[in-house]
């Protein structure tokens, strides 16, 4: 559900933003007509590549593609239940919400996790995570993890890197505050979400990282 996955759509003042498949269509707020779609770019078979991920920020769509799927049920789809399955994404566009060109683009080392994305101050802010999930699978495979978690700033507009940490980056959520400019790595521990929600709380000054 959506406490895993995060939302599929995005409710504004020129419209409602929703996410089908490998589409996002803009819809009126009056009557639902559809008033544009944005799709991102075509993968290696020249599909346009399935949104999994969507957040909306001044003049930006921000998207995410590839989503982690660790298991699959007899119907070829994600499998239902306490899992991992679409709760990051491996790439992350950020595209232009008057034209739908792609301003740019990133891959995650491991994956981006949904729910610790978040914009503000001219900036995107994500946690590029190693799930609980992808631990054990790599344990069943008799594999040791090769990369680590890290926490990514980037410049909204460009794309280009504003800081970075991975000093025991913990997070499944992130938050930041506008008022007092200030990024806070937490988890969202509770019996409906994710078996892997990280305890306690850090907080960083949102322009250069220093740990508050």
């Excluded at 078979?45 to 949104?51: I, L, S, T, V, Y």
């Excluded at 003049?59 to 499998?79: F, H, K, M, Q, W």
Aim: hydrophobic content about 35%; proline content about 3%; aromatic content about 8%.
């Amino acid at each position: 559900g959506a406490n895993g996955t995060g939302t599929n759509y995005i409710s504004t003042a020129e419209g409602v933003y929703v996410v089908y498949e490998n589409v996002c269509q803009l819809l009126d707020l009056d009557t639902g007509k559809t008033l544009r779609e944005f799709r991102l770019p075509s993968d290696a078979e020249g599909q346009p590549a399935p949104w999994s991920y969507l957040n909306v920020v001044d003049d930006y769509l921000i998207a995410g593609s590839n989503a982690l799927v660790s298991e699959t049920g007899d119907d070829g789809r994600p499998a239902i239940g306490k899992n991992d399955n679409l709760s990051a994404s491996k790439r992350l566009y950020v595209l232009d919400r008057k034209t739908g060109d792609v301003r740019w683009q990133t891959e995650a080392t491991n994956h981006f996790r949904h729910n610790a994305i978040c914009a503000g101050g001219g900036r995107l802010f994500t946690v590029d995570l190693l799930s609980e999930g992808e631990l054990d699978r790599l344990k069943r495979r008799g594999q040791e993890p090769t990369t680590s978690s890290a926490l990514r700033v980037f410049d909204l507009a460009s794309g280009e890197t504003v800081w970075s940490n991975d000093d025991e980056v913990f997070g499944t959520w992130l938050s930041y505050s506008a008022g007092h400019d200030v990024l806070v790595e937490a988890g969202r521990p509770g019996l409906d979400l994710l078996p892997d929600e990280a305890r306690g709380m850090r907080t960083y000054r949102a322009a250069d990282g220093e740990v508050l």
